[in-house]
Nanobody
């Protein structure tokens, strides 16, 4: 079955860097738009970043622009989120999401666009 498994979360200090990975299985990875979202208790899930099928198009939430970088390796069925200059407000559970797409350049920012989700990985940034 289709499965997304996130890894790489942990406890870091303000200003540190962290790289999240999401390994996909059970799907043809190269035809899926991929994204990262995050959620804190009591709040709605928040868009972080998305990347098109080819990797040629990326889009970021304003809150992470310039600090986070999304990338993908279609040969390894993996999408990454490189996070730098981390802040306490980046603390959240980070989720990987996938959406089947017929376009090589499309990307999506709404969580309702995605129908496949990972279980999440906790990122905690201490001040």
């Amino acid at each position: 079955q289709v499965q997304l498994v996130e890894s790489g979360g942990g406890l870091v200090q303000t200003g540190d860097s962290l790289r999240l990975s999401c390994l996909a299985s059970g799907l043809t990875f190269s035809v899926y738009v991929m994204a990262w979202f995050r959620q804190t208790p009591g709040k709605e899930r928040e868009f972080v970043a998305t990347i098109s099928r080819s990797g040629g198009y990326t889009y970021y939430a304003d809150s992470v622009k310039g600090r986070f970088t999304i990338s993908r390796d279609n040969a390894k069925n993996t999408v990454f989120l490189q996070m730098s200059s981390l802040k306490p407000e980046d603390t959240a559970v980070y989720y990987c999401a996938a959406k089947l797409s017929s376009s090589r350049s499309d990307a999506y920012t709404r969580d309702s666009d995605y129908n496949t989700w990972g279980q999440g990985t906790q990122v905690t940034v201490s001040s």
